[in-house]
């Protein structure tokens, strides 16, 4: 995912690359923990892997409640969103 924005995913691939962080689908633990970090950089929210790992009390942390919540922060404040479909 080198040199990848948030523009160059669709909604679908996005949820399917929190699926695969969540369930920790990777060869190594190395591995696992650059998707992590990617999913921070990609996103540019605050929270970063929090949306994932420790969300706000009542937030909806499956993949496709952790990409609205980045869709809805990034349109807040003026960046690109997903790639459409």
């Not at 040199?3 to 691939?13: G, H, I, P, S, V």
């Not at 994932?52 to 990409?67: E, K, R």
């Amino acid at each position: 995912m080198a040199n990848k924005t948030l523009a160059d995913y669709t909604e679908q691939e996005f949820i399917e690359f929190i699926e695969k962080i969540k369930k920790a689908d990777f060869a190594t633990e190395s591995e696992h923990d650059e998707a992590i970090y990617e999913f921070s950089q990609l996103t540019e929210h605050p929270d970063g892997w929090d949306l994932i790992y420790h969300p706000q009390a009542g937030a909806d942390n499956s993949p496709a409640g952790v990409v609205k919540t980045v869709k809805e922060w990034r349109a807040a404040n003026g960046k690109p969103g997903f790639k459409k479909s």
